[in-house]
């Protein structure tokens, strides 16, 4: 069965520090990879996804993963982080045949001081 | 604009008591999935329909039970509310023949 592992449970950070969330599937086959976000208050949103091709993938708001296919994991980063990247932060992997559903990580906190 | 409508947003509801949710598919897409995110954990998910069919099916008891209909909208109901139900119920919408999907606010019950 499909797991992903979030090693983060909460990360408190300051402004224009540097931001890597660690994620690790597990999965046999073919997989697809996604980064989402939750603001407080507001429903989840896309920050990258990664189908095929180059292993780094650049996301919206300047975040990137990188997938390592060896370590099955998929990571995420963001150079500098501001006090607006305040919010949950979840992994999901899917098999890379279409419409199969997304399995995600119970999610990571990340908190901004300004 | 999510694009894909819930409703209700909140509910409140009594323990041993059935619920039924709803969901409204973004435009063009014609798979819903349905996913439960208890409280600091990450969305589990429940089940998905395709062409009015259960396709898949997470760990969940059969107290939860789904329809979709031939607009492609789809309800998610429960039996026998228990006190771990509480929950935000996500909907989400894919193309079938696609790989993304599109997530809607959830509604957020609550059984007391």
């Known amino acids: 069965a499909q797991s992903v592992s979030q090693h983060n449970h909460h990360v408190i950070l300051s402004e224009a520090a540097s931001l890597e969330l660690g994620c690790n599937y597990s999965y046999g086959g073919t997989v697809n990879l996604f980064w989402y976000v939750q603001y407080p208050g507001q429903h989840l949103q896309l920050l990258l996804k990664y189908f095929s091709g180059d292993p780094l993938v650049k996301g919206i708001k300047g975040f990137e993963a990188e997938f390592i296919k060896s370590k099955f994991s998929f990571n995420l980063r963001k150079p500098s982080v501001q006090w607006s990247d305040t919010a949950e932060y979840f992994c999901?992997?899917?098999?890379?045949?279409?419409?199969?559903?997304?399995?995600f990580g119970k999610g990571t906190t990340l908190s901004v001081s300004s | 604009d999510a694009g894909v409508t819930q409703s209700p947003t909140h509910l409140i509801k009594t323990r041993g008591q059935q619920v039924t949710l709803r969901c409204s598919p973004k435009s063009g897409h014609d798979t819903v999935s349905w996913y439960q995110q208890a409280l600091g954990q990450g969305p589990q998910f429940i089940f998905q329909y395709y062409e009015e069919e259960e396709r898949q099916r997470g760990n969940f008891p059969d107290r939860f039970s789904g329809h979709q209909f031939p607009n492609y909208s789809s309800e998610l109901n429960v039996n026998a509310l228990l006190l771990g139900d509480s929950a935000l119920y996500l909907c989400?919408?894919?193309?079938?023949?696609?790989?993304?999907?599109?997530f809607g606010s959830g509604t957020r019950l609550t059984v007391v």
């Open positions: 989400a919408s894919s193309p079938l023949q696609g790989r993304g999907y599109t």
């Open positions: 999901a992997v899917s098999s890379n045949q279409a419409g199969t559903a997304l399995i």
